[in-house]
Every structure is written in structure tokens, then in C-alpha cells.
């Protein structure tokens, strides 16, 4: 089985400092990983996804992730956020062998301050 | 075509009334999935289909009927449902069988049941 733990429920932070939202996993085989971002009142868009190779992965909008396998953590960053980053971010997995569901996490709602 | 559209964007609806949510997709991808989300939660699976058949049905209440016509369509029929249904309903595509590539998700239909 798999799961997803996004520790942080909600994210304040200042408008044009930088960003970390924490993601951390669980599977007994090899994953894949997504981040996924909910504006307001809208579905859910990729914003990237780790498959394989590079460990570092760059997505939209100026975010990206770092898959740390000794960790079992793929944390989203971003280096100065916009007020138009004010959404709720999903990060989710699922394993390799492709026979289990998307697993989300329960989301980090990130709130840019002006 | 990148993207997966649905409609309508808000349906109001009577416990008593049948209706239907359609999602479409112009991607040539195979395996087409509808999720359930509510207020401040992860989506919920609730229907996959692989190759234009039902191939996971997440225990879901029959007053939820999904239908896939053909590949680029995928419909969610309605009836008799109860207010606590009130939610977001996501589609999602994937270019080849259930789960095993990236999932492509449209911005939903809000659902209000009274």
C-alpha cells in the first residue's frame, strides 16, 4: 500500500519571499511522484512530476521538486512567490507497477501576504 | 487539444431529479476516471475506465451511474441523490491504461443537491 503525508495544513508567506511545501511518501515498491495545484474554484493542473532520472524536477510557474529517496520526501519549492500563487497544492503518488489509484495528499493551502 | 473539458460548470439539482455531467477529451487517451471532491479535501476515486470499460468502481452508491459512449467521452448520470452528493466532480484522462501514466484533469462541475 501507499500513502501521502503533507504535514503543513496551510502555508502563509509573504509575497516575494521564498516557499517550501513538505511532502513525504510511503510504498513498499518504487513511486512516482505529482504535485498538483487547485486555484480557487477550479480542477486541478500539473504543475510537475517525478518518473525518473534527475532527482531535481522543474515544473510551471516557477516551481520545482526534489526527490530525496532516503528520505521519502518530494518537497515543492518555489524561490519568490506571487499573490497568484494563492491556491490549495496536492502532492500525490503512485507506485511504479501501475496497479493502485492516484494517492493524494490532504493538500497545503498556500497563502500569499501582500 | 490538450485539455479535458466538462459541463456543465454548476448544476443545481433536486433530490428527486435525474441529470448528467459529461466530460470530454481530445487526447486519444484511454483511460478516462471520475472523482469526487469536497470542501477543503483531496479527491475522491470514484469510477475508472480502461479502454471504454469500467475497470474500478470504488464501491460507490448506484444513484451514481457512469457511462463511457466512446473513447473521448465519459459521462456521470445522476439520480436521486442526497444533499450530503453536494460536492466538486472531477474527470481526469490518462493516455494508456488505468494508472499507469499521468493524470489530466478538467476543472469540474459543482454540484449542489437540495
Known amino acids: 500500500a501507499q500513502s501521502v503525508t503533507q504535514l503543513d495544513s496551510q502555508v502563509p508567506v509573504f509575497e516575494e519571499a521564498p516557499v517550501e511545501l513538505r511532502c513525504n511518501y510511503s510504498?513498499?515498491?518504487?513511486?512516482?511522484l505529482f504535485w498538483y495545484v487547485q486555484y480557487p474554484n477550479q480542477g486541478l493542473q500539473l504543475l510537475l512530476k517525478?518518473?525518473?532520472?534527475?532527482?531535481l524536477v522543474k515544473g510551471i510557474n516557477g516551481f520545482e521538486a526534489e526527490f530525496n529517496k532516503s528520505q521519502t520526501s518530494f518537497h515543492l519549492r518555489k524561490p519568490s512567490v506571487h499573490i497568484s500563487d494563492t491556491a490549495e497544492y496536492f502532492c500525490?503518488?503512485?507506485?511504479?507497477?501501475?496497479?493502485?489509484?492516484?494517492?493524494f495528499g490532504t493538500g497545503t493551502r498556500l497563502t500569499i501576504i501582500p | 487539444d490538450t485539455e479535458v473539458t466538462q459541463t456543465p460548470k454548476h448544476l443545481v439539482m433536486g433530490m428527486t431529479n435525474k441529470k448528467s455531467l459529461k466530460c470530454e477529451q481530445h487526447?486519444?487517451?484511454?483511460?478516462m476516471y471520475w472523482y469526487k471532491q469536497k470542501a477543503k479535501k483531496p479527491p475522491e476515486l470514484m469510477f475508472v475506465?480502461?479502454?471504454?470499460?469500467?475497470?474500478i468502481n470504488e464501491s460507490v452508491p448506484s444513484r451514481f451511474s457512469p457511462e463511457c459512449p466512446n473513447s473521448s467521452l465519459l459521462n456521470l448520470h445522476l439520480h436521486a441523490l442526497q444533499p450530503e452528493d453536494s460536492a466538486l466532480y472531477l474527470c481526469?484522462?490518462?493516455?494508456?491504461?488505468?494508472?499507469?501514466?499521468?493524470?489530466?484533469f478538467g476543472p469540474g462541475t459543482r454540484l449542489t443537491v437540495l
Open positions: 487526447m486519444g487517451h484511454r483511460a
Open positions: 500525490a503518488v503512485r507506485n511504479s507497477l501501475g496497479n493502485e489509484k492516484l494517492t
Open positions: 481526469a484522462s490518462s493516455p494508456a491504461g488505468a494508472f499507469t501514466d499521468t493524470q489530466y
Open positions: 517525478y518518473l525518473s532520472g534527475s532527482t
Open positions: 475506465y480502461s479502454y471504454e470499460k469500467l475497470s
Open positions: 510504498s513498499s515498491v518504487s513511486v512516482y
